[in-house]
């Protein structure tokens, strides 16, 4: 069975930064696409962040391009998402995904985390 599990959020100032992480269990993830999209209050789920694991390639939204960096630890499994220069309108809640395909997964990937909540305030 396969689990995502997110850690790392949390409340900021506006211009700060915070780590989150995403520990994947339950297969080998060597040939899979991992990353982490975010849900704000009203508003509906959006990608974020695309890292796969095969190849060490990554895409970004343009939203966070430049602020956010995602990268991931092989050994440990897990998936991170570096986030600097956070902006009130970051605020949502995050959450990992993983799909075998790096297409499918920015768009409607097969496993999802329970998210992790993450507020900036300004």
């Known amino acids: 069975q396969v689990q995502l599990v997110e850690s790392g959020g949390g409340l900021v100032q506006a211009g700060g930064s915070l780590r989150l992480s995403c520990a994947a269990s339950?297969?080998?993830?060597?040939?899979?696409?991992m990353g982490w999209f975010r849900q704000a209050p009203g508003k509906e789920r959006e990608f974020v962040a695309a890292?796969?694991?095969?190849?060490?390639?990554?895409v970004y939204a343009d939203s966070v391009k430049g602020r956010f960096t995602i990268s991931g630890d092989n050994a440990k499994n897990t998936v991170y998402l570096q986030m600097n220069s956070l902006k009130p309108e970051d605020t949502a809640v995050y959450y990992c995904?993983?799909?075998?395909?790096?297409?499918?997964?920015?768009?409607?990937?097969?496993?999802w985390g329970q998210g992790t909540q993450v507020t900036v305030t300004s």
């Open positions: 339950g297969r080998t993830f060597s040939s899979y696409a």
């Open positions: 890292y796969r694991w095969s190849v060490g390639n990554t």
């Open positions: 995904a993983a799909d075998q395909s790096m297409a499918v997964l920015s768009t409607n990937p097969h496993y």
